[in-house]
T-cell receptor, first 115, second 109 residues
Framework: DTGVSQDPRHKITKRGQNVTFRCDPI?????LYWYRQTLGQGPEFLTY????????KSRLLSDRFSAERPKGSFSTLEIQRTEQGDSAMYLC?????????????FGDGTRLSIL | GQSLEQPSEVTAVEGAIVQINCTYQ??????LSWYQQHDGGAPTFLSY????GLEETGRFSSFLSRSDSYGYLLLQELQMKDSASYFC??????????FGDGTTLTVKP
């Protein structure tokens, strides 16, 4: 069990640029989640996948945010035309799918800073 | 939609017992989870309640009352290393998880 891996750990970019983050879940986990967290807040749900199927997503992902998990293993989160308000920690988590109560294992996150 | 309420801050001394409450409003409720997050770290899973009652895991216990839309996390024999943020999270039967804004626990000597 190597844990959930996220890349990069930090990303600094100018407003208006596109960014893409990668998440590699724990290998036997077929659920994968993306969250966004800002200081003093809890993780904000963005989307989740079961295998390669995106089953639930927040309204955020209908605009500049998109996520994929093409082969049911790693996932990418893309933000297009970044805005200053996108500055946050982006967290990925994975879990087994035996039930909805399975613990989610989080990666260390990608910290995005928009200049 | 979903909403959760938990206290923003709690302070206690080493060796004491502290209870962090969580009330929620949601549709499609499946269960309530608790996570711990140290400054600069990732959230780590502590406990889960799918049914009413108490779940005990070492020094930590969690309780759920579905009829009251209420749960709590109980931390016993507090240690300095327990200083962290604690989040309750509602799991729905659609697979979505909604987290509260967290309770910052400060343990003093």
């Amino acid at each position: 069990d190597t844990g959930v891996s996220q890349d990069p750990r930090h990303k600094i970019t100018k407003r208006g640029q596109n960014v893409t983050f990668r998440c590699d879940p724990i290998s036997e986990h077929n659920r994968l989640y993306w969250y966004r967290q800002t200081l003093g807040q809890g993780p904000e749900f963005l989307t989740y996948f079961q295998n390669e199927a995106q089953l639930e997503k927040s309204r955020l992902l209908s605009d500049r945010f998109s996520a994929e998990r093409p082969k049911g293993s790693f996932s990418t989160l893309e933000i297009q035309r970044t805005e200053q308000g996108d500055s946050a920690m982006y967290l990925c988590a994975s879990s087994r799918s035996d039930s909805m109560g399975q613990p989610q294992h989080f990666g260390d996150g990608t910290r995005l800073s928009i200049l | 939609g979903q909403s959760l309420e938990q206290p923003s801050e709690v302070t206690a001394v080493e060796g004491a017992i502290v209870q962090i409450n969580c009330t929620y409003q949601t549709s499609g409720f499946y269960g309530l989870s608790w996570y711990q997050q140290h400054d600069g770290g990732a959230p780590t899973f502590l406990s889960y309640n799918g049914l009413d009652g108490l779940e005990e895991t070492g020094r930590f216990s969690s309780f759920l009352s579905r009829s009251d839309s209420y749960g709590y996390l109980l931390l016993q024999e507090l240690q300095m290393k327990d200083s962290a943020s604690y989040f309750c999270a509602v799991n729905t039967n659609a697979g979505k998880s909604t987290f509260g804004d967290g309770t910052t626990l400060t343990v003093k000597p």
